[in-house]
């Protein structure tokens, strides 16, 4: 069973503040997905990562694949609390069993004004 | 564009009774899956199909059928309702493993 573990499982911090969620796994993906979710909504895809080392900037989000596809960062610059929501990270295996999609627990972000 | 619909919204039931909770997309996509989601659980798949007349068990299958008759509709049918069920349930589709998934508006079920 392929596992991803995402620190923190919580954080509460000021507007303007820096952060970063991190994504693990000991098992190598083809690709990793990013997903933001709100209160009452399903959740909507961020941004796909498919090299390793790979980075992609979506405006003050930066993404980053691990060298070896087995981990992913997610930073936040000048945090703003319209980013509040929780953050899912999901490792793709196309080789895999089940579905192919393995989502982390999340991190509830909590942006203060 | 519709997307993934899901009916109905919010649904509260008695242990024991069944229901069917509906899920359709629009996008001719092959992959549809539901998940539950808990607190401190994250999203956890019960089952999936990977085309018409295709399913298979996620993590969590008990207590839970599926059908996929048509490439559009894939319902998720509760036998006998326990207050163990109680969860919010998403139904997502994608086009083929390494795209992205689309999620419905989810189903916040409470079994008393």
């Known amino acids: 069973t392929q596992l991803l573990e995402q620190s923190p499982q919580f954080l509460s911090i000021q507007e303007g503040e820096n952060l970063t969620v991190y994504c693990n796994s000991s098992?190598?993906?083809?690709?990793l997905q990013w997903y933001r979710q709100e209160p009452g909504e399903g959740p909507v895809l961020l941004v796909t990562?498919?090299?390793?080392?790979e980075v992609k900037k979506l405006k003050r989000l930066t993404f980053q694949f691990g060298d070896a596809r087995k981990d992913s960062s997610l930073h936040i610059t000048a945090a703003q609390t319209g980013d509040t929501g929780l953050y899912l990270c999901a490792g793709v295996d196309s080789g895999g069993g089940a579905d192919g999609l393995t989502f982390g627990k999340g991190t509830h972000l909590i942006i203060q004004p | 564009n519709a997307g993934v619909t899901q009916t109905p919204k919010f649904q509260v039931l008695k242990t024991g009774q069944s229901m069917t909770l509906q899920c359709a997309q629009d996008m001719n996509h092959e992959y549809m899956s539901w998940y539950r989601q808990d607190p401190g659980m994250g999203l956890r798949l019960i089952h999936y199909s990977v085309g018409a007349g295709i399913t298979d068990q996620g993590e969590v299958p008990n207590g839970y059928n599926v059908s996929r008759s048509t490439t559009e509709d894939f319902p998720l049918r509760l036998l006998s309702a326990a207050p163990s069920q109680t969860s919010v349930y998403f139904c997502a589709s994608r086009g083929d493993t390494n795209t992205e998934a689309f999620f419905g508006q989810g189903t916040r079920l409470t079994v008393v």
């Open positions: 990562v498919v090299t390793g080392g």
């Open positions: 098992s190598v993906f083809s690709s």
